[in-house]
């Protein structure tokens, strides 16, 4: 679907029901000012919303965005995790590579699907079903695109699952994080908040002999994942190179770095 028949698509909706015109999500207007294509991949497990750049060739770079809105707040848990604040998207608009934004399972409009329930984007986020539905659908996507060779690009929490998703995804090159949740035990105790109860893909993936490249960058004022608490990572993975740069935050200022990030990623 092009970026035209993109927007036809939406407009159709918006004339069905009024407020999703008003409500457009961040991700979806990204996704039409972008031009990518909008689709559903679905695995034996889930649907997962992709949306594809027009560009073709053998290497190609799956994205994977951050944890979104998992809670309302302590005691409540939201009914769409959906990103408000799609970070990692902002930052696939400028790749002039094959790319693929892969939605996580339940995420982008699917968290009332028959086979989601919340504890798939709170307590088991980064979990056995939800990573091996992306590897699955990993897989599928370098198939049908013909790669040769595939890079995990993570953000955030999207990161644990890029990591998890190393032992089951196939033609794997290479793995860049940025800002990432690559230690999600010390994350937890850090902020005070009940440890997840899935983790076991990442927990697999550090005692596995690494066949990829992988990068992580790090902001040194990251309050909400700062480099202190992910030195564990890098003690049990001491070929993962790690990038803490300034004058940025968890959310913000990762623009002026992404021509780097990239590049290096793909050296």
Known sequence: MCRTRLAVAILAACLSVTAACVLRPAWLSLAIDGGLESAWLETSQFRHRILVNEVRGTNLNIFIEGDGGPWIRETRVSVDPTPANPVLLRLMLGVSQPAVYLGRP???GTASDRACDPTLWTFERYGEAVVSSMCEAANRLARDYSASSLRLIGYSGGAAIAIGMSICTERLESII??????DPDAWAFYHGYSPLTDITPLQQAMQS????D?????CRDDEKIPPSITRGYFLQRPNAIQHIV??????EGWEQYWSRIFDDGAS
């Not at 992988?214 to 790090?218: A, G, I, K, R």
């Open 246 to 251: 300034d004058d940025c935050s968890h959310a």
């Open 177 to 182: 994080t940025i800002a990432g949740n690559l």
């Open 209 to 212: 002999p690494s066949a990829f």
């Open 106 to 108: 339940c995420y982008f």
């Open 214 to 218: 992988e990068t992580h960058w790090q």
